[in-house]
């Protein structure tokens, strides 16, 4: 086997997973761990309100075109009335939250612990900081009702393609997926034509997306695909006895 301490994107890992099954104890511990992940996230986010997610790399600096265009789409989707959430670090992110809060819409962040790149931005309402990226990820799905998608690295790729499976094997609502940037998708939507040839998409699907440059156009989109969803919901008020806020 292949020293991974000689590797540097190896070293100090844990590759214990490699020796096979862990103990009970071991695996109950795990076990605890997550669920007290996600306690912790619902308990810190569960008034939060209806939010719509932006998604996009944490390595576009206040200068670049990407983090103004994540910062002037936030505000515009703010504007609706929707919460901002991000994975609360920097770049793209930064900019979405930022937009959200110079319009006065609710920024939220579900930050991941990284040993780079990533820790909460400083323009958070509200954040919760995530050891494991699948408790993130669900934290990310389940308050939204929209999804914005920036260009962005393996993340962000993974974080656009795991809405659109949820959203196709309706595991999660027909809500709008939007692509922000037509020039660094466009060789993203060559290979969904791709699949659309060999069908192993369905035509459908392309009515959850809207892919754009516009942030207005954005806005309305995501105003127009939630409409059907506006119902009515039971307001839960916070217990201050349970630390609730």
């Known amino acids: 086997m292949q020293n991974t301490t000689s590797n ?16 009970r104890f071991y695996e109950l511990g795990f076990l605890f761990r997550v669920f007290m992940e996600f306690l912790k996230a619902y308990r810190k986010l569960h008034f939060i309100g209806p939010c719509v997610t ?3 790399s944490a390595r576009f600096g206040e200068e670049h075109e990407y983090y103004q265009l994540a910062r002037k789409t936030s505000a515009s989707i703010g504007k609706l009335g929707f919460g901002i959430m991000t994975g609360g670090g920097p770049g793209i992110m930064e900019a979405a939250n930022r937009g959200a809060r110079e319009n006065g819409a609710f920024s939220i962040g579900v930050n991941i612990k990284l040993p780079f790149e990533q820790k909460p931005n400083p323009y958070l309402d509200r954040w919760v900081e995530i050891r494991y990226f699948f408790v993130r990820k669900v934290m990310l799905f389940k308050y939204s009702f929209g999804f914005v998608i920036l260009p962005g690295g393996f993340g962000t790729i993974d974080e656009m393609f795991e809405a659109l499976t949820l959203i196709q094997t309706r595991k999660m609502p027909w809500f709008p997926v939007v692509l922000m940037g037509k020039e660094y998708w466009e060789n993203t939507l060559e290979q969904m034509d791709v699949m659309h040839k060999l069908k192993t998409i ?9 892919i754009t440059d516009d942030p207005e156009e954005a806005a309305r989109f995501i105003e127009e695909k939630v409409k059907p969803f506006a119902t009515r919901r039971h307001r839960y008020k916070p217990r201050w006895w349970l630390g609730e806020k």
């Open 8 to 23: 540097p994107r190896t070293a100090g890992l844990d590759v214990a997973y490699l020796e096979g099954p862990h103990g």
């Open 54 to 56: 932006v998604f996009g």
């Open 202 to 210: 369905s035509p459908e699907d392309d009515d959850m997306l809207c």
